[in-house]
């Protein structure tokens, strides 16, 4: 997964982050979607756009783990920053 994070964060960096969004939200199989979106949320949260890595979690499948292991990454982002009551409140 290192791999496809560190191409997702570059695709962020450049500016693709909707791209990439639009085209994760058309996968129709919901696990692989779910897991797409949240190597979005994690890249998001990895260059210190917090709150759209936020959002993006919350597009995770009710129930799945992916959710609730995006948000800890976000949570650890934070904290990483220095954030570390809004990564209480995320986490």
Known sequence: MRRELSEIIAMVEAGQLDLI???AQEIEDAPLRS???KGIAEAMAEV???DRAIQIAQKIEEGSSDCSEALLEIARAMAKAGQF???IQVA
Request: hydrophobic residues 60%.
């Open 85 to 87: 009551d809004r990564a």
């Open 48 to 50: 210190g756009q917090f």
């Open 35 to 37: 897991w797409v979106l």
């Open 21 to 23: 969004l639009q085209a």
